[in-house]
C-alpha cells in the first residue's frame, strides 16, 4: 500500500468519530428532560404519602386502658369505641395543657386550675360542628360556642391547687374560662357554660 493510501485511511476515521460524539453530546441533554420531570413528580409523590401517613399517626385515638371520665360524641371524625371517643385520665394528661390562676363565683380567693385544653380535646376527636353540648354527672347540660375554646383558653380542669379534682370538689372535669384575664366573661351566661362533673360531651 502507498503512503497516500496510507494517509487517506487514517485521516477518515476521526471526522466519524467526531460526528458521533457531537450526537451524542446532543442527545445527552435531551434525555435528562425527559427524566427530570419524572423525578421531581415521584419525589413530591413521596413526600405527600409520608405526610399523609405522618397526619395520620398523629390523630389516632387510642383505647383507654384505665377508666374512662369524658365521652365525646357527635360529629367527630376519630373516635375509638364504636361511634364515640372515649378517654381515661392518663389520655386527657396527654393533650396539651394549660394552667388558668383565676377567681371564680364558686371558689374563696385565687385558684389555679389546670387541664387540657379545651380546644385540644376538640381536636383529638376532629370535632366538626359548631357547639358543644357539656353534660355533667347529674344530666345538667349547657351548650358551648366551640368559638369559646378557640377564643379564649377554656380549660377542662383536672385540677385545683395541685390537688386533683374529686366529684365532691366539682370534678372530676369542670369547664373553667380565664375571668381574671378576660373581664369580658363575667357574665352570667358565660357562668351557665362553666359546668362542672363533666362526664360527656356532644359536638352539634
Excluded at 460524539?21 to 420531570?37: D, E, G, N, V
Excluded at 365521652?71 to 378517654?87: L, M, P, R
Excluded at 395541685?162 to 365532691?168: D, F, H, Q
Excluded at 366539682?170 to 362526664?199: A, C, K, M, N
Aim: glycine share 6%; hydrophobic share 45%.
Amino acid at each position: 500500500m502507498d503512503d497516500d493510501a496510507l494517509t487517506q485511511r487514517f485521516t477518515v476515521s476521526p471526522p466519524t468519530a467526531d460526528i458521533q460524539f457531537l450526537h451524542f453530546q446532543r442527545s445527552a441533554p435531551r434525555c435528562s428532560m425527559i427524566r427530570r420531570p419524572m423525578v421531581v413528580k415521584f419525589a413530591v409523590f413521596i413526600v405527600a404519602v409520608g405526610l399523609a401517613l405522618l397526619s395520620t399517626h398523629t390523630i389516632a385515638l387510642e383505647v383507654p386502658e384505665g377508666p374512662v371520665i369524658l365521652v365525646v360524641s357527635g360529629k367527630v371524625g376519630q373516635t375509638n369505641v364504636g361511634d364515640e371517643a372515649h378517654f381515661d385520665k392518663a389520655m386527657l394528661e396527654g393533650l396539651a395543657q394549660h394552667e388558668t390562676i383565676t377567681r371564680t363565683p364558686w371558689h374563696d380567693g385565687v385558684m389555679r386550675f389546670s387541664g387540657p385544653l379545651g380546644r385540644a380535646i376538640l381536636e383529638a376527636v376532629g370535632a366538626e360542628g359548631e357547639n358543644i353540648r357539656v353534660v355533667a354527672l347529674n344530666e345538667y347540660a349547657a351548650t358551648v360556642p366551640i368559638s369559646d375554646f378557640e377564643n379564649y383558653d377554656v380549660i377542662l380542669a383536672m385540677q385545683a391547687n395541685g390537688k386533683a379534682l374529686r366529684i365532691r370538689d366539682q370534678g372530676p372535669l369542670f369547664v373553667i374560662y380565664p375571668f381574671d384575664q378576660h373581664p369580658e366573661l363575667l357574665d352570667e351566661e358565660i357562668f351557665s357554660r362553666s359546668v362542672w362533673q363533666v362526664t360527656r360531651i356532644d359536638v352539634e
